[in-house]
């Protein structure tokens, strides 16, 4: 299914399914995805209903509204996690909208939607400040994809706030110093390559979290680089044979059957 430039769309196969969205990895990742609340900009009504109804599929609740006075007004009064604003809106357009959320300090990540496509038009739109620009027409798992990449950005946002507070953290008897990117157990310095660094140094910074394989692939490796989950399998497997006591019995890095991994042991900064 996708959206024309002329606001119009076609139907054929409905790209919507009542199963979790392919690639979403996990129960417990599909369950903090759709916990999040989106607000869709967009004054064409049949285009609106279209969006929201696909990405009601993914996420607990999606506000809509039709003209971009109105989407400031919510966001000054409400919690939105994310914004998918189309450029030409009644009253105030897209990109003013932008501009005014970024420079109200409001970092929520904007998908922009457009059907202007070429560089210069996607180029202004981000440095107006949105995090994506999506041209129209689109397809909806497109849509759903870019969404969900986007809140992906968000967890590691987060998990680098939350190590930047830090330089250094202590995991069980592991000491994990981010300036120096060296792990030490005792005084002594244990051997890690740049991902396996990478690697324990977000299971440390967001202790008793699970990360589904996917998602360390995002933190670690980045999107679209076209690496594959087993790479994390066989890293997480190198990196408990440096730091685990009983690499057998892993107790620092445990495996959470069906979901990935998470770091069990206690935290202390």
Known sequence: MHIPANGHFTSGSSDRTSRPYPGAGTE???????????LV????????????????????????????RAALKILE?????????????????????CRALRAAGNVVPILMLSARSTELDRIVGIEFG??????????MLELLARVKALFRRCDLRTAQSVAAQN??????????????REVSRDGKGIPLTEKEFDLIWV?????????????????????GTGVY????????NRLRARIEPD????????????????LHAPLHT
């Open 229 to 236: 989950e087993g790479t994390v399998t066989s890293h997480i």
């Open 28 to 38: 417990a990742y599909v369950d903090r995805l759709f916990a999040h609340r989106l």
């Open 130 to 139: 949105a995090d994506d620009y999506m041209v129209k027409p689109f397809g």
């Open 77 to 97: 009064r409400e919690r939105v996690d994310l914004v998918v604003l189309d450029v030409m809106l009644p009253e105030l357009d897209g990109l003013e909208v």
């Open 167 to 180: 330089d250094r953290l202590m995991v069980a008897d592991l000491s994990i110093d981010r300036v120096s």
């Open 41 to 68: 900009v967009e004054d064409t009504s049949e285009v609106a209903r279209l969006v929201a109804d696909n990405l009601r599929e993914i996420v607990k609740e999606v506000i809509v509204c039709g003209d971009g």
């Open 203 to 223: 299971f440390a910074s967001n202790p008793g979290r699970v990360y589904a394989r996917n998602q360390l692939l995002d933190l670690v490796w980045g999107c």
């Open 247 to 262: 690499p057998a019995n892993p107790s620092i890095i445990q495996t959470v059957w069906g979901v990935g991994y998470r």
